[in-house]
């Protein structure tokens, strides 16, 4: 059974203190690794899209990376709007029978 | 160009009672997949339709069901309520093309409240 774990479930930081997200996975064939941003109330927000080993990605103040177990989504620098919970995603599967398992997120508040 | 969109945004049901759910999803998005949210379990996959097809399943009973029509608008039901099925349900939509960018949009979800 796929499995999607994150770390750690929450984490607090002091603007402008970087920090890494961690997101580790055990899938079949998988396919592509996703990283979405909730806010309270909302529905997940898409990020970035990792699809092999060694792949980066960069959106401001977010870079993800991928190795062949887990993902980081390091964050330079934070602002408080930085804050929200983050989720990680893995589509796993072949031909038209693909899976996406999320894990349970990690909680970041950027205080002032 | 417009987001998924999910009707209604608040619900208040009672336990027995029945609830269908409604999502539209981007245009030229083929793929739907429904998500049950909650504090303790994160997003759970429910089921995922592409051109009127359910394509996969995840591990929920039988009280859940969903389709989709020809225009790719999809709705859920779930009959039967219990007070677990309380929950934030979320519709997202992708491209669904095996093998191309599967990245998935998601609405802003549906909250069910079961009394």
């Known amino acids: 059974e796929d499995q999607v774990t994150q770390s750690p479930e929450a984490l607090r930081l002091q603007e402008g203190e970087s920090s890494s997200l961690n997101c580790s996975y055990t899938v079949s064939g998988l396919r592509g690794l996703f990283w979405y941003r909730q806010d309270p109330g909302k529905g997940p927000e898409f990020l970035f899209t990792?699809?092999?080993a060694g792949e980066e990605k960069e959106k401001e103040r977010l870079k993800a990376t991928l190795t062949k177990k887990e993902s980081f989504l390091h964050i330079t620098a934070p602002k408080p709007e930085d804050s929200a919970t983050y989720l990680c995603?893995?589509?796993?599967?072949?031909?038209?029978?693909?899976?996406?398992?999320f894990g349970i997120g990690t909680k970041l508040q950027v205080i002032p | 160009k417009a987001g998924v969109t999910q009707t209604p945004r608040y619900l208040i049901k009672t336990r027995g009672q029945q609830v269908t759910l409604s999502c539209s999803p981007i245009?030229?998005?083929?793929?739907v997949s429904w998500y049950q949210q909650t504090p303790g379990q994160g997003l759970q996959f429910l089921f995922e339709y592409f051109s009127e097809t359910q394509r996969n399943k995840g591990n929920f009973p039988g009280r859940f069901s969903g389709r989709q029509f020809s225009n790719s608008r999809s709705e859920m039901n779930v009959s039967t309520l219990e007070l677990g099925d309380s929950a934030l349900y979320l519709c997202?939509?992708?491209?669904?093309?095996?093998?191309?960018?599967?990245?998935?949009?998601f609405g802003p979800g549906t909250r069910l409240t079961v009394l």
């Open positions: 990792l699809y092999s």
């Open positions: 995603a893995v589509q796993a599967g072949s031909g038209g029978y693909q899976k996406v398992t």
């Open positions: 997202a939509s992708s491209l669904g093309v095996s093998g191309s960018y599967n990245e998935q949009f």
């Open positions: 245009s030229g998005h083929r793929s």
